[in-house]
């Protein structure tokens, strides 16, 4: 069975900043959504970016207890270890630094968004920083209409790069 990508919309951080929100990416035509993040990179080292969903006025739902998250984490300077977060009020995708290696790219797959009989499922997958990887799954705790994402900076650290791409998969 092969998957065809659709593009939807795609933007670009071309100023520092803490967040960058794409509104309106999601609609009733996929049940599936890939995301790409390219090249995210920081002011700031060990930053760490998140993911949040925007509802169907494209407001952010950031309610303290609405994200669950599990996720393998591996690092080439210490073990791997597994996380989970249930009741959070974000999705940690990955770390970026203040340097060229320190980039960081994310390939997310978004399930049921728009549909607001069923939750809001993620499966991702990163790379970033010094040989740093990391792989988990997420839910949002809820059953809404979601039209768009918001990628956020973990502390008073901006990002000052990056790419998002949306594409439906069919």
């Known amino acids: 069975m092969s998957s065809n990508l659709h593009f939807i919309k795609s933007a670009k951080l071309t100023t520092t900043a803490g967040s960058i929100n794409l509104e309106d990416c999601f609609n009733d035509t996929y049940d599936v959504y890939y995301v790409a993040l390219r090249n995210f990179n ?3 080292s060990a930053n760490t970016l998140y993911l949040r969903f925007l509802d169907s ?3 952010v739902i950031n309610s303290g207890s609405l994200y ?3 996720q393998l984490s591996l690092n ?3 073990s791997f270890s597994e996380e989970t ?3 959070g009020d974000r999705i940690t995708i990955g770390t970026v630094n203040a340097d060229t290696a320190g980039v960081m790219n994310a390939s997310i797959y978004v399930f049921n968004p728009y549909n607001s009989s069923r939750y809001t499922y993620v499966h991702f997958q990163s790379s970033c920083r010094e040989l740093e ?6 839910r949002l705790a809820q059953t809404s209409t979601i039209k768009g994402l918001q990628i956020k900076s973990d502390n008073s650290d901006d990002m000052t790069q990056g790419n998002i791409v949306v594409y439906g998969v069919e």
């Open 68 to 70: 669950n998250r599990a």
């Open 42 to 44: 920081s002011d700031g």
């Open 85 to 87: 977060d249930t009741g």
């Open 76 to 78: 080439s300077g210490s």
């Open 57 to 59: 006025s494209n407001a």
């Open 133 to 138: 990887a990391r792989k988990g799954a997420g």
